[in-house]
């Protein structure tokens, strides 16, 4: 294990794991800080440490605390971003400024991804992954999601991309960077709210071990590029595709309207998309997350074996 740079706190629980070669699963903070409301995001953080834990793998939350950040946060540390006032979201790019500020902050995909790799974690859950925004072409509103995926060798867990956001770009994006994508027991790229978001997949794989192979394999080569295991929600679970639609055109013609652009997009149609699903998609989202971080534990499992 590579050790890590001095500004990031490994907790000792993760250090001996990494260490002794057990399994471990990186988990995102801006699902909780930005991404659910409260305080439904509280719950959400302790029942998926739970979940890890007794599937036999050790739980690595990630944040910045007072500007630490912190690969393995403790319950009272987890509870503070879920709560307190003035907590950032954090890309990449921010960690620098967090730091030098003493910022609360969630960590995105990218963020959370780049200090696991960091702290030497091999597997993370998220619920929905960033990616290329509609109407890029003119704004380059693209999460860093994308091009840090290309450098950061995890193996990460999604239900795909929301539908916010333009897929068939996100898709053209991560094949010329480079990051493989490959369906779970699928041939369709997923939609987080729905099983299929009309995209194609040109691989698929079967088995949390299938995954394992393919990360080995990736390191055998000495690629420095994430897997993406894309981890449809069931059918029966999924939202109504129909209305699905309907409302997400409705949240982008308000983001539109209220002039919002930037890192604030995502959370204001997230925000908007549960507002007007009357609490549905929030419960779908729920769901999506909890078997992403479910299959992200197998694999955590697998690639440890
Ligand atoms: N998509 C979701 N829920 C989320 C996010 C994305 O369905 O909470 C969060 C993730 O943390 C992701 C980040 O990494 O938003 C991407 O934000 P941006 O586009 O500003 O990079
Ligand atoms: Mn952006």
């Keep these: 294990m590579r050790t890590p740079p001095p500004g990031i706190r490994v907790s000792e629980e993760v250090r001996d794991a990494v260490a002794a070669g057990s399994a471990v699963l990186a988990l995102e903070t801006t699902i909780l800080t930005h991404g659910l409301p409260r305080p439904r995001n509280l719950d959400v953080a302790r029942s998926s440490e739970r979940l890890v834990r007794d599937a036999g793998v050790v739980p690595a939350t990630i944040g910045v605390v007072g500007g630490e950040p912190v690969v393995g946060l403790s319950a009272d540390e987890i509870e503070r971003l879920c709560t307190a006032d003035g907590v950032v979201k954090a890309s990449v790019r921010d960690l620098p400024v967090a730091r030098a500020r003493g910022l609360d902050a969630g960590t995105t995909v990218a963020a959370t991804a780049w200090l696991a790799s960091r702290a030497g974690i091999r597997v993370m859950s998220t619920g929905g992954l960033g990616g290329v925004h509609r109407g890029a072409g003119e704004t380059f509103d693209e999460s860093a999601d994308l091009p840090t995926l290309a450098t950061t060798p995890i193996t990460l867990v999604s239900a795909g991309v929301k539908s916010i956001l333009d897929i ?78 309907r409302v997400l055109a409705e949240a982008l013609a308000a983001a539109s309207e209220a002039g919002i652009t930037g890192h604030d997009t995502t959370p204001f149609l997230l925000d908007f998309v549960q507002r007007a699903t009357g609490g549905r998609s929030l419960e779908v989202n729920l769901e999506v997350y909890r078997g992403n971080v479910a299959l992200g534990a197998e694999i955590a499992r697998a690639v440890a074996a």
Excluded: C, K, M
């Design 168 to 245: 068939g770009a996100t898709l053209e994006r991560l094949e010329t960077l480079g990051v493989p994508v490959v369906g779970y027991r699928t041939n369709r790229y997923p939609g987080f709210y729905v099983a299929d978001s009309g995209f194609a997949l040109d691989y698929r794989i079967e088995s949390p071990a299938d995954a394992a192979a393919l990360a080995r394999a990736r390191d055998e080569l000495g690629l420095a590029s994430a897997v993406l295991v894309a981890n449809p929600i069931d059918v029966a679970e999924q939202l109504d595709p129909e209305f699905h639609e």
